[in-house]
């Protein structure tokens, strides 16, 4: 089955530096590459999400980059601030494959100091 | 709200007692997953729904576990004879499925969590 590993486990950053996660995973099949954030008590919430057929994908101060030769792929948050702060999860999943479940990596726990 | 419920947030029982979640999907989601995720980890899956059919089980679904969404809508997972391992949060999600183009059949399938229901079993 697949295997998602997320790197790093905890990240602190001054507000308003770049923060980058980074997530490799293993089955070939997986297309769809989700980001999640929770915060303490709450579900995760969707913040990002890119398919195969993209290399990248930006949303304002998020962007997630796709290398599917070397099955990895990044969040990277620019100008943080200290609402970022919160655990962050990326996932993969064989979409098109009748397979539904989401694999999850481990999570980083971003700081944003003020 | 039109998000994904849960309920309770919040359970706690003892060890061999059965308990009961239940999960509201966002209105017209066809597709309902439950997960469990315990401190420190990311949400493993448990098992899925399209309408009222489940259509995949994890192996850490074991058969003290049973799930069932029985018109479609909203879904229960009970735990009988619960044990302390079973304590952990346990995390609805439901996605819309769109083929993204008919001719190509490409999907998105995008999971909404819900707040999770916490169990903690003494």
């Known amino acids: 089955g697949e295997n998602v590993e997320q790197h790093p486990s905890t990240l602190s950053v001054q507000e308003g530096d770049s923060a980058v996660i980074k997530c490799t995973y293993s089955d070939s099949a997986s297309n769809y590459f989700p980001w999640y954030k929770q915060e303490l008590g709450k579900g995760p919430q969707l913040i990002i999400d890119i398919r195969s057929n993209v290399g990248e994908k930006k949303d304002q101060r998020i962007a997630v980059t796709l290398n599917k030769t070397a099955k990895h792929f990044s969040l990277h948050i620019t100008e943080t601030q200290p609402e970022d702060s919160a655990v962050y999860f990326c996932a993969a999943s064989p979409m098109d494959t009748g397979r539904r479940a989401l694999t999850f990596g481990s999570g980083t726990r971003l700081q944003v100091q003020p | 709200d039109t998000g994904v419920s849960q309920d309770p947030r919040h359970k706690i029982t003892k060890r061999g007692q059965n308990v009961t979640f239940r999960c509201d999907p966002i209105?017209?989601?066809?597709?309902l997953y439950w997960y469990r995720q315990t401190l420190g980890q990311g949400p493993e899956f448990l098992t899925y729904f399209q309408n009222e059919a489940q259509l995949e089980k994890s192996r850490l679904l074991s058969d003290r576990f049973s799930a069932e969404r029985p018109k479609g809508s909203f879904s229960t997972l009970e735990i009988q004879r619960t044990e302390q391992g079973d304590s952990a949060m346990y995390l609805c999600?439901?996605?819309?499925?769109?083929?993204?183009?008919?001719?190509?059949?490409?999907?998105?399938?995008?999971?909404?969590f819900g707040p999770g229901t916490r169990l903690t079993v003494l």
């Open positions: 999600a439901s996605s819309l499925l769109n083929f993204i183009l008919e001719s190509d059949r490409r999907t998105t399938d995008t999971q909404y």
């Open positions: 209105s017209e989601h066809n597709r």
